[in-house]
């Protein structure tokens, strides 16, 4: 679904080209309409920024499957703005645009006196997808942006979006992927999985939802993935199950750092 061309940005105002197939879509960047694309994004200075390392590409197009891809900044540079391809999938047979999750809605930059307050917290972006285990084929997804004290409230609308999305069916959960690898990150990912796992339980009419610990299982950047469903070792424990709830999270720089 998503194919990262280029991973290093250039030039002096630090460029992004988002590409769609087909062209076309709508692009939002932290909520906001940028334009149609192809497109290109100048990223924000830290001091215009909730978020300055770290931001999330939305796409729309109307008879398509929406995504949501979180970009980090990059340290280096070469020449030529850092180039995003997304392919975009059609939605399922019976699925319309009304189907589909409501915008992402970031929020405004807080106010100086805010940023202060603020300063020093880790925040973090995540994104999160309900996969059918049939086939692998995304049936929904959402994202959001969110302080550590936030997760809880985040984890909350994320599965109302998510529940609202989904055919009824046994659903499972694995493990949230920790997008940087670190030891705040690892943390994260560890209380949104049970937090998501929690609201999806009491959103599923099925019953209560499953829990599966898929980081004993796969290395961390495979977490994520679709296609997971495929493989022997996950379609065992996915006896009995319709769909699973994958996705990733990411800390992004403290406020004023």
Request: aromatic share 4%; net charge neutral; glycine share 8%.
């Amino acid at each position: 679904m998503l194919t990262v061309l280029g991973l290093l940005a250039g030039g002096c105002d630090k460029k992004i080209l988002v590409t769609t197939d087909p062209p076309g879509a709508k692009i939002y960047w932290n909520s906001e309409e940028i334009g149609l694309s192809p497109c290109t994004i100048t990223y924000p200075s830290a001091a215009d920024s909730i978020f300055p390392e770290l931001h999330i590409i939305e796409t729309r197009r109307s008879g398509y499957e929406p995504y949501y891809h979180c970009v980090t900044e990059p340290k280096t540079f070469t020449l030529g703005p850092q180039k995003v391809h997304l392919e975009l999938i059609p939605l399922p047979e019976g699925f319309d645009d009304s189907d589909m999750p409501a915008s992402l809605q970031v929020g405004s930059n807080p106010k100086d006196a805010d940023r202060k307050a603020n300063a020093g917290l880790v925040r973090a972006a995540c994104e999160i997808r309900v996969v059918r285990v049939l086939d692998g084929r995304v049936i929904c997804q959402a994202s959001g942006l969110a302080g550590p004290d936030q997760l809880s409230l985040l984890a909350t609308t994320l599965a109302e979006q998510l529940k609202n999305n989904t055919p009824r069916g046994s659903i499972a959960v694995g493990s949230m992927r920790n997008r940087r690898q670190s030891e705040t990150g690892k943390m994260l990912a560890e209380k949104l999985t049970d937090l998501v796992w929690r609201e999806m339980s009491f959103a599923n009419p099925s019953g209560m939802a499953k829990n599966i610990p898929l980081r004993d299982i796969l290395p961390e950047n495979q977490l994520d993935l679709p296609k997971i469903v495929l493989d022997p070792e996950i379609s065992k424990r996915l006896r009995g199950i319709r769909y699973i709830v994958l996705g990733g999270l990411a800390e992004a720089k403290p406020i004023g750092r």
